[in-house]
Nanobody, 121 residues
Framework: VQLQASGGGLVQAGGSLRLSCAAS????????LGWFRQAPGKGREFVSA??????YTYYADSVKGRFTISRNSATVYLQMNNLKPEDTAVYLC?????????????????WGQGTQVTVSS
């Protein structure tokens, strides 16, 4: 499985961005896809995840009500609204070999290269 993330950029606080992650490879319908982020000097943090059919979605408390995850076949999107400076991080997409997405990053087998999101105050 290969993952290609895109859509990051520089935005002012209160603005919006939409991240995309295109997945390719075999057996994608059995994989959940998730987003994680890592800020400078901090550990990797779960953001959101979705099952293949979109019937399961999970969000970190810090992004609930502001971020929306969706999936169109092998592409997963993260719509980020009302961005805050603390959302600044490298955002990584990852594939979990489980239909129902899980939170621990250690359970994800495949990772994309990440896309930088910077929110200015």
């Amino acid at each position: 499985v290969q993952l290609q993330a895109s859509g990051g950029g520089l935005v002012q606080a209160g603005g919006s961005l939409r991240l995309s992650c295109a997945a390719s490879g075999r057996g994608l319908s059995s994989f959940a896809l998730g987003w994680f982020r890592q800020a400078p000097g901090k550990g990797r943090e779960f953001v959101s995840a979705i099952s293949w059919s979109g019937d399961y979605t999970y969000y970190a408390d810090s992004v609930k009500g502001r971020f929306t995850i969706s999936r169109n076949s092998a592409t997963v999107y993260l719509q980020m609204n009302n961005l805050k400076p603390e959302d600044t991080a490298v955002y990584l997409c990852a594939a979990d070999p489980n239909y129902v997405p899980r939170i621990p990053g250690e359970l994800y087998d495949y990772w994309g290269q990440g896309t930088q999101v910077t929110v200015s105050s």
